[in-house]
Protein backbone atom coordinates (compact mmCIF):
# COMPACT_ATOMS: atom_id res chain seq x y z
CA UNK A 1 0.00 0.00 0.00
CA UNK A 2 1.77 3.36 -1.14
CA UNK A 3 0.65 5.52 1.98
CA UNK A 4 1.98 3.18 4.29
CA UNK A 5 5.15 3.43 2.39
CA UNK A 6 4.86 6.71 2.20
CA UNK A 7 4.68 6.82 6.05
CA UNK A 8 7.17 3.86 7.15
CA UNK A 9 9.59 3.40 4.22
CA UNK A 10 12.72 5.42 4.84
CA UNK A 11 13.27 5.92 1.30
CA UNK A 12 10.22 7.94 0.48
CA UNK A 13 11.73 10.40 3.00
CA UNK A 14 14.53 11.12 -0.44
CA UNK A 15 11.79 10.56 -3.20
CA UNK A 16 8.44 10.58 -1.86
CA UNK A 17 7.13 11.66 -5.80
CA UNK A 18 7.02 7.95 -6.96
CA UNK A 19 4.83 7.11 -4.44
CA UNK A 20 2.66 9.83 -4.85
CA UNK A 21 2.53 8.51 -8.44
CA UNK A 22 1.82 5.14 -7.73
CA UNK A 23 -1.28 6.86 -5.97
CA UNK A 24 -2.25 8.89 -7.84
CA UNK A 25 -2.72 6.30 -10.67
CA UNK A 26 -5.20 4.67 -8.24
CA UNK A 27 -7.73 7.34 -9.02
CA UNK A 28 -8.46 10.98 -7.69
CA UNK A 29 -9.60 9.85 -3.74
CA UNK A 30 -8.04 6.45 -3.14
CA UNK A 31 -10.22 4.43 -0.35
CA UNK A 32 -8.20 1.73 1.44
CA UNK A 33 -9.25 -0.15 4.91
CA UNK A 34 -7.51 2.47 6.34
CA UNK A 35 -6.96 5.65 4.86
CA UNK A 36 -8.69 7.61 2.10
CA UNK A 37 -6.23 9.97 0.42
CA UNK A 38 -6.08 12.25 -2.30
CA UNK A 39 -2.42 13.46 -4.24
CA UNK A 40 -5.23 14.92 -7.00
CA UNK A 41 -5.16 19.26 -6.71
CA UNK A 42 -9.02 19.95 -6.98
CA UNK A 43 -9.68 17.71 -4.70
CA UNK A 44 -7.28 19.12 -2.02
CA UNK A 45 -8.11 22.50 -2.85
CA UNK A 46 -11.61 21.45 -2.15
CA UNK A 47 -11.55 19.33 1.02
CA UNK A 48 -9.46 21.87 2.56
CA UNK A 49 -11.89 24.72 1.90
CA UNK A 50 -14.84 23.04 2.42
CA UNK A 51 -16.18 23.84 5.36
CA UNK A 52 -18.11 20.33 6.04
CA UNK A 53 -14.78 19.30 6.60
CA UNK A 54 -12.90 19.29 10.35
CA UNK A 55 -9.54 18.57 11.54
CA UNK A 56 -8.11 15.40 12.24
CA UNK A 57 -6.79 14.90 15.63
CA UNK A 58 -2.98 13.98 16.21
CA UNK A 59 -2.11 11.93 18.97
CA UNK A 60 -3.98 9.02 18.68
CA UNK A 61 -2.94 8.35 15.61
CA UNK A 62 1.20 8.95 16.59
CA UNK A 63 0.23 6.81 19.62
CA UNK A 64 -2.48 4.68 20.33
CA UNK A 65 -4.03 6.40 23.14
CA UNK A 66 -4.34 3.07 25.29
CA UNK A 67 -0.43 3.10 25.22
CA UNK A 68 -0.19 6.14 26.17
CA UNK A 69 -2.09 5.72 29.17
CA UNK A 70 -0.54 2.53 30.35
CA UNK A 71 2.71 3.98 30.11
CA UNK A 72 1.95 7.88 31.54
CA UNK A 73 -1.10 9.68 31.97
CA UNK A 74 -1.48 12.15 29.21
CA UNK A 75 -1.00 15.72 30.87
CA UNK A 76 -4.05 17.75 29.59
CA UNK A 77 -1.97 20.88 30.64
CA UNK A 78 0.66 19.92 28.58
CA UNK A 79 0.51 22.01 25.00
CA UNK A 80 1.27 20.09 21.78
CA UNK A 81 1.03 21.15 18.17
CA UNK A 82 -1.13 18.51 16.54
CA UNK A 83 -4.00 18.25 19.69
CA UNK A 84 -6.76 21.41 21.28
CA UNK A 85 -6.49 24.20 21.27
CA UNK A 86 -4.27 24.62 18.88
CA UNK A 87 -4.67 26.48 15.88
CA UNK A 88 -4.58 23.35 13.42
CA UNK A 89 -6.63 20.98 15.72
CA UNK A 90 -9.76 22.98 15.99
CA UNK A 91 -12.93 23.82 14.26
CA UNK A 92 -14.88 27.02 14.12
CA UNK A 93 -16.00 28.83 16.69
CA UNK A 94 -13.08 28.14 18.21
CA UNK A 95 -10.60 28.64 15.93
CA UNK A 96 -12.45 31.78 14.71
CA UNK A 97 -11.78 33.23 18.08
CA UNK A 98 -7.88 31.98 18.40
CA UNK A 99 -7.22 33.30 14.80
CA UNK A 100 -8.47 36.39 15.69
CA UNK A 101 -6.39 37.48 18.07
CA UNK A 102 -2.80 36.17 16.53
CA UNK A 103 -3.64 37.39 13.02
CA UNK A 104 -2.36 41.27 13.14
CA UNK A 105 1.29 41.02 13.17
CA UNK A 106 1.14 38.58 9.76
CA UNK A 107 -0.74 40.69 7.56
CA UNK A 108 0.89 41.67 4.56
CA UNK A 109 1.06 45.24 5.87
CA UNK A 110 2.12 44.78 9.69
CA UNK A 111 5.28 42.88 7.60
CA UNK A 112 6.38 45.69 5.80
CA UNK A 113 7.82 47.14 9.02
CA UNK A 114 9.68 43.43 9.33
CA UNK A 115 11.27 43.20 6.15
CA UNK A 116 14.04 45.49 6.76
CA UNK A 117 14.54 43.58 10.12
CA UNK A 118 14.69 40.20 7.94
CA UNK A 119 17.32 42.03 5.68
CA UNK A 120 19.51 42.59 8.71
CA UNK A 121 19.15 39.59 10.12
CA UNK A 122 20.39 37.79 7.19
CA UNK A 123 23.25 39.68 6.67
CA UNK A 124 24.13 39.11 10.33
CA UNK A 125 24.11 35.50 9.59
CA UNK A 126 26.40 36.07 6.13
CA UNK A 127 28.45 38.40 7.55
CA UNK A 128 29.65 35.45 9.99
CA UNK A 129 30.19 33.06 7.23
CA UNK A 130 32.20 35.42 5.02
CA UNK A 131 36.09 34.30 4.82
CA UNK A 132 34.56 30.53 5.80
CA UNK A 133 34.96 27.81 2.61
CA UNK A 134 32.71 25.00 3.66
CA UNK A 135 29.98 25.75 5.81
CA UNK A 136 26.44 23.58 6.25
CA UNK A 137 24.09 26.47 4.80
CA UNK A 138 21.45 24.67 7.58
CA UNK A 139 22.66 24.91 10.92
CA UNK A 140 24.46 28.19 10.13
CA UNK A 141 21.70 29.94 7.80
CA UNK A 142 18.92 28.75 6.66
CA UNK A 143 17.88 27.32 9.80
CA UNK A 144 19.04 30.56 11.81
CA UNK A 145 17.17 33.14 9.93
CA UNK A 146 13.64 31.94 10.39
CA UNK A 147 13.98 31.55 14.12
CA UNK A 148 15.59 34.69 14.40
CA UNK A 149 12.71 36.58 12.92
CA UNK A 150 9.78 34.63 14.60
CA UNK A 151 11.42 35.16 18.17
CA UNK A 152 11.98 38.93 17.24
CA UNK A 153 8.26 38.88 16.11
CA UNK A 154 6.50 37.44 19.65
CA UNK A 155 9.11 39.17 21.89
CA UNK A 156 11.46 36.07 22.65
CA UNK A 157 14.94 36.92 23.36
CA UNK A 158 18.16 36.28 21.12
CA UNK A 159 19.71 33.98 23.96
CA UNK A 160 16.97 31.55 23.59
CA UNK A 161 17.08 30.59 19.75
CA UNK A 162 19.69 27.77 20.37
CA UNK A 163 16.99 26.06 22.85
CA UNK A 164 14.24 26.70 21.12
CA UNK A 165 15.52 25.22 17.49
CA UNK A 166 15.98 22.00 20.17
CA UNK A 167 12.66 22.11 21.36
CA UNK A 168 11.26 22.42 17.83
CA UNK A 169 13.47 19.49 16.28
CA UNK A 170 12.45 17.12 18.90
CA UNK A 171 8.51 18.22 18.58
CA UNK A 172 8.15 18.50 14.83
CA UNK A 173 7.96 14.20 14.52
CA UNK A 174 4.85 14.43 16.00
CA UNK A 175 3.37 15.73 13.08
CA UNK A 176 3.69 12.15 11.71
CA UNK A 177 2.53 9.25 12.45
CA UNK A 178 3.78 6.59 13.99
CA UNK A 179 6.15 7.90 16.24
CA UNK A 180 9.14 4.91 17.86
CA UNK A 181 8.42 5.45 21.64
CA UNK A 182 12.14 6.73 22.08
CA UNK A 183 10.61 9.53 19.58
CA UNK A 184 7.39 10.54 21.34
CA UNK A 185 9.18 10.31 24.84
CA UNK A 186 11.43 12.82 23.51
CA UNK A 187 8.89 14.98 22.24
CA UNK A 188 6.27 14.85 25.13
CA UNK A 189 9.66 15.55 27.04
CA UNK A 190 10.20 18.88 24.92
CA UNK A 191 6.95 19.78 24.76
CA UNK A 192 6.70 19.92 28.88
CA UNK A 193 9.70 21.74 29.00
CA UNK A 194 8.36 24.21 26.02
CA UNK A 195 5.18 24.85 28.19
CA UNK A 196 7.58 25.20 31.48
CA UNK A 197 9.73 28.47 29.74
CA UNK A 198 6.19 29.46 28.15
CA UNK A 199 4.61 29.83 31.37
CA UNK A 200 7.52 31.86 33.04
CA UNK A 201 7.82 33.95 29.67
CA UNK A 202 4.13 35.06 30.26
CA UNK A 203 4.76 35.82 33.72
CA UNK A 204 7.90 38.30 32.96
CA UNK A 205 5.30 39.51 30.20
CA UNK A 206 2.46 40.07 32.35
CA UNK A 207 4.97 41.94 34.83
CA UNK A 208 6.68 44.19 31.97
CA UNK A 209 5.08 43.81 28.91
CA UNK A 210 6.57 44.66 25.32
CA UNK A 211 5.07 45.44 21.91
CA UNK A 212 4.93 42.00 20.51
CA UNK A 213 1.56 40.06 20.26
CA UNK A 214 2.24 37.71 22.80
CA UNK A 215 2.77 40.80 25.13
CA UNK A 216 -0.97 41.23 24.63
CA UNK A 217 -2.19 38.08 24.23
CA UNK A 218 -1.39 37.58 27.85
CA UNK A 219 -2.92 41.08 28.97
CA UNK A 220 -5.90 41.21 27.13
CA UNK A 221 -9.08 42.12 28.23
CA UNK A 222 -10.45 39.33 30.73
CA UNK A 223 -12.93 38.08 29.14
CA UNK A 224 -11.26 38.10 25.84
CA UNK A 225 -8.08 36.37 26.96
CA UNK A 226 -6.98 33.33 26.12
CA UNK A 227 -6.63 30.45 28.87
CA UNK A 228 -2.95 29.39 30.43
CA UNK A 229 -3.44 26.26 28.08
CA UNK A 230 -4.89 28.29 25.03
CA UNK A 231 -1.95 30.73 25.78
CA UNK A 232 0.69 27.78 25.95
CA UNK A 233 -0.62 26.20 22.91
CA UNK A 234 -0.97 29.18 20.62
CA UNK A 235 2.66 30.25 21.41
CA UNK A 236 3.84 26.81 20.80
CA UNK A 237 2.47 26.90 17.35
CA UNK A 238 3.59 30.05 16.42
CA UNK A 239 6.82 29.85 17.37
CA UNK A 240 7.28 26.36 16.06
CA UNK A 241 5.10 26.79 12.71
CA UNK A 242 7.52 30.18 12.58
CA UNK A 243 10.99 28.10 12.18
CA UNK A 244 10.33 24.37 11.78
CA UNK A 245 9.14 25.26 8.19
CA UNK A 246 11.21 28.11 6.27
CA UNK A 247 14.40 26.26 6.93
CA UNK A 248 12.57 23.74 4.49
CA UNK A 249 11.84 26.30 2.02
CA UNK A 250 15.47 27.87 2.43
CA UNK A 251 17.61 24.78 2.40
CA UNK A 252 15.50 23.03 -0.72
CA UNK A 253 15.53 26.45 -2.26
CA UNK A 254 19.32 26.35 -2.46
CA UNK A 255 19.29 22.49 -3.21
CA UNK A 256 17.13 23.16 -6.40
CA UNK A 257 19.15 26.46 -7.42
CA UNK A 258 22.41 25.52 -7.32
CA UNK A 259 21.05 23.00 -10.17
CA UNK A 260 19.54 25.39 -12.30
CA UNK A 261 22.78 28.05 -13.41
CA UNK A 262 20.42 30.25 -16.10
CA UNK A 263 17.39 30.77 -13.33
CA UNK A 264 20.07 31.80 -10.72
CA UNK A 265 21.89 33.97 -13.27
CA UNK A 266 18.36 35.52 -14.14
CA UNK A 267 17.68 35.76 -10.66
CA UNK A 268 20.76 37.43 -9.77
CA UNK A 269 20.41 40.26 -12.66
CA UNK A 270 16.68 41.12 -12.07
CA UNK A 271 15.95 40.41 -7.92
CA UNK A 272 12.66 41.49 -8.91
CA UNK A 273 11.93 37.69 -10.02
CA UNK A 274 12.64 35.89 -6.25
CA UNK A 275 8.73 35.99 -5.25
CA UNK A 276 7.87 33.99 -8.58
CA UNK A 277 11.04 31.59 -7.73
CA UNK A 278 9.33 30.88 -4.61
CA UNK A 279 6.19 30.40 -5.26
CA UNK A 280 7.83 27.73 -7.54
CA UNK A 281 9.99 26.37 -4.66
CA UNK A 282 7.10 25.98 -2.64
CA UNK A 283 4.86 24.50 -5.65
CA UNK A 284 8.26 21.58 -6.57
CA UNK A 285 9.80 21.18 -2.83
CA UNK A 286 6.96 21.84 -0.52
CA UNK A 287 7.89 21.95 2.77
CA UNK A 288 4.58 20.62 4.19
CA UNK A 289 3.58 17.53 2.50
CA UNK A 290 0.88 16.29 4.30
CA UNK A 291 -2.82 17.49 6.47
CA UNK A 292 -5.60 15.87 6.27
CA UNK A 293 -9.15 16.50 7.21
CA UNK A 294 -12.75 14.42 8.26
CA UNK A 295 -16.28 14.85 6.81
CA UNK A 296 -18.50 16.15 8.91
CA UNK A 297 -21.23 15.05 6.66
CA UNK A 298 -21.71 13.68 3.03
CA UNK A 299 -19.99 15.16 0.94
CA UNK A 300 -19.85 15.37 -2.97
CA UNK A 301 -16.71 17.34 -4.19
CA UNK A 302 -15.78 17.90 -7.64
CA UNK A 303 -17.94 14.76 -8.96
CA UNK A 304 -16.60 12.67 -5.79
CA UNK A 305 -18.30 11.45 -2.93
CA UNK A 306 -17.34 11.17 0.50
CA UNK A 307 -18.66 9.80 3.45
CA UNK A 308 -19.88 11.52 6.30
CA UNK A 309 -16.87 10.90 9.48
CA UNK A 310 -13.98 9.94 6.45
CA UNK A 311 -10.68 11.14 7.49
CA UNK A 312 -8.88 12.17 4.16
CA UNK A 313 -5.32 12.71 4.04
CA UNK A 314 -4.69 15.72 1.41
CA UNK A 315 -1.14 15.13 -0.25
CA UNK A 316 -0.36 18.67 -0.55
CA UNK A 317 3.12 17.85 -2.15
CA UNK A 318 1.47 15.43 -4.05
CA UNK A 319 -1.28 18.11 -5.39
CA UNK A 320 2.06 20.25 -6.23
CA UNK A 321 3.20 17.98 -9.07
CA UNK A 322 -0.27 17.59 -9.98
CA UNK A 323 0.17 16.73 -13.90
CA UNK A 324 -3.10 18.53 -14.53
CA UNK A 325 -2.46 22.21 -13.46
CA UNK A 326 1.24 22.06 -13.72
CA UNK A 327 2.73 20.26 -16.72
CA UNK A 328 6.03 18.67 -16.42
CA UNK A 329 5.36 18.85 -12.64
CA UNK A 330 9.09 18.01 -11.54
CA UNK A 331 11.16 20.71 -13.52
CA UNK A 332 11.49 24.10 -11.72
CA UNK A 333 10.14 26.55 -14.06
CA UNK A 334 10.66 30.25 -13.33
CA UNK A 335 8.07 31.18 -16.45
CA UNK A 336 5.24 28.83 -14.81
CA UNK A 337 2.44 30.72 -15.27
CA UNK A 338 0.34 29.68 -12.10
CA UNK A 339 3.35 28.64 -9.58
CA UNK A 340 0.53 30.17 -7.12
CA UNK A 341 -1.86 27.89 -7.26
CA UNK A 342 0.11 25.70 -5.03
CA UNK A 343 -1.76 24.67 -2.15
CA UNK A 344 2.24 24.60 -0.21
CA UNK A 345 0.14 26.83 2.76
CA UNK A 346 -2.76 24.67 3.01
CA UNK A 347 -6.39 26.09 2.07
CA UNK A 348 -9.63 27.47 3.94
CA UNK A 349 -9.76 28.57 7.32
CA UNK A 350 -6.57 26.84 8.05
CA UNK A 351 -4.37 28.83 5.30
CA UNK A 352 -0.70 29.35 6.65
CA UNK A 353 -1.02 32.17 9.10
CA UNK A 354 2.87 33.09 8.74
CA UNK A 355 2.22 33.14 4.57
CA UNK A 356 3.12 36.26 4.01
CA UNK A 357 5.61 36.34 6.19
CA UNK A 358 7.51 32.68 4.90
CA UNK A 359 7.68 34.07 1.23
CA UNK A 360 9.35 37.43 2.54
CA UNK A 361 11.91 35.54 4.15
CA UNK A 362 12.25 32.94 1.38
CA UNK A 363 12.32 35.39 -1.14
CA UNK A 364 15.12 37.89 1.34
CA UNK A 365 16.40 34.96 2.59
CA UNK A 366 17.55 33.17 -0.97
CA UNK A 367 18.43 36.55 -2.86
CA UNK A 368 21.28 37.81 -0.11
CA UNK A 369 22.61 34.35 0.26
CA UNK A 370 23.10 33.92 -3.63
CA UNK A 371 24.11 37.74 -3.80
CA UNK A 372 26.66 37.73 -1.56
CA UNK A 373 28.24 34.57 -2.16
CA UNK A 374 27.22 34.15 -6.25
CA UNK A 375 29.81 31.10 -6.43
CA UNK A 376 28.33 28.91 -3.92
CA UNK A 377 27.64 25.07 -4.96
CA UNK A 378 26.53 21.88 -3.22
CA UNK A 379 29.60 20.51 -1.13
CA UNK A 380 28.03 16.85 -0.87
CA UNK A 381 24.47 15.77 -0.81
CA UNK A 382 23.05 16.82 2.50
CA UNK A 383 21.06 15.34 5.25
CA UNK A 384 17.30 14.89 4.96
CA UNK A 385 15.23 15.33 8.13
CA UNK A 386 14.05 11.64 8.99
CA UNK A 387 10.38 13.22 8.32
CA UNK A 388 7.18 12.64 6.57
CA UNK A 389 4.95 15.68 6.90
CA UNK A 390 7.96 18.33 7.12
CA UNK A 391 10.23 18.15 3.85
CA UNK A 392 13.63 19.54 4.12
CA UNK A 393 17.37 19.20 4.85
CA UNK A 394 19.08 18.77 8.86
CA UNK A 395 22.60 19.35 7.27
CA UNK A 396 23.53 20.68 3.79
CA UNK A 397 27.54 21.96 3.40
CA UNK A 398 27.89 24.24 0.30
CA UNK A 399 31.05 26.45 -0.68
CA UNK A 400 30.79 29.74 -0.88
C1 LIG B 1 7.55 27.99 3.97
C2 LIG B 1 7.07 28.13 5.18
C3 LIG B 1 5.73 27.62 5.62
C4 LIG B 1 4.94 26.64 5.11
C5 LIG B 1 5.17 25.80 3.87
C6 LIG B 1 3.77 26.56 5.95
C7 LIG B 1 2.72 25.69 5.74
C8 LIG B 1 1.58 25.64 6.51
C9 LIG B 1 0.46 24.76 6.27
C10 LIG B 1 0.39 23.73 5.16
C11 LIG B 1 -0.47 25.02 7.21
C12 LIG B 1 -1.86 24.41 7.37
C13 LIG B 1 -1.92 22.98 7.78
C14 LIG B 1 -3.32 22.46 7.67
O1 LIG B 1 -4.12 22.96 6.87
O2 LIG B 1 -3.64 21.49 8.37
C15 LIG B 1 0.06 26.06 8.07
C16 LIG B 1 -0.60 26.58 9.15
C17 LIG B 1 -0.05 27.50 9.99
N1 LIG B 1 1.15 28.17 9.83
FE1 LIG B 1 2.46 27.91 8.33
N2 LIG B 1 3.88 27.46 6.96
C18 LIG B 1 5.06 28.15 6.79
C19 LIG B 1 5.55 29.17 7.58
C20 LIG B 1 4.92 29.69 8.67
C21 LIG B 1 5.42 30.80 9.46
C22 LIG B 1 6.69 31.59 9.19
C23 LIG B 1 4.54 30.98 10.46
C24 LIG B 1 4.69 32.04 11.51
C25 LIG B 1 3.79 32.58 12.18
C26 LIG B 1 3.46 30.00 10.30
C27 LIG B 1 2.37 29.86 11.12
C28 LIG B 1 1.32 29.01 10.90
C29 LIG B 1 0.17 28.90 11.79
C30 LIG B 1 -0.04 29.66 13.09
C31 LIG B 1 -0.67 27.94 11.22
C32 LIG B 1 -2.01 27.47 11.76
C33 LIG B 1 -3.10 28.24 11.08
C34 LIG B 1 -4.49 27.76 11.44
O3 LIG B 1 -4.67 26.59 11.77
O4 LIG B 1 -5.38 28.61 11.38
N3 LIG B 1 3.73 29.25 9.19
N4 LIG B 1 1.31 26.44 7.61
Excluded at 188 to 202: P, S
Aim: proline share 7%; glycine share 8%.
Amino acid sequence: MPFARLMSDPTSVEDPYALHEEIRAQGRLVRTPFVTLTADHALVSGVLRDQRFGVVLGTGDAMPRFVRWALQPPDPEVASVIDPPSLLATDAPDHTRYRRQVSKPFTPRALQAVSDRVEQRANELLDGLEGRHVVDVVSEYAGQLPVAVIAEILGVPDHMHGQLLQWGHAIAPTLDQGLSWHTYRNSERALREFGGWLDGHFARLRHKPGEDILSQLVNADPEDRLTDLELRATALLLLGAGFETTVNLLGSGVVVLTGEDEARARLLADPALWPQAVEELLRLESPVQITGRVAHRDVEIDGIEIASGTAVITLLGAANRDPGVFPDPARFDLDRPNSREHVAFSGGIHFCLGASLARMEGATGLRLLFERFPDLQLAGAGVRRPLQTLRGYESLPVTL
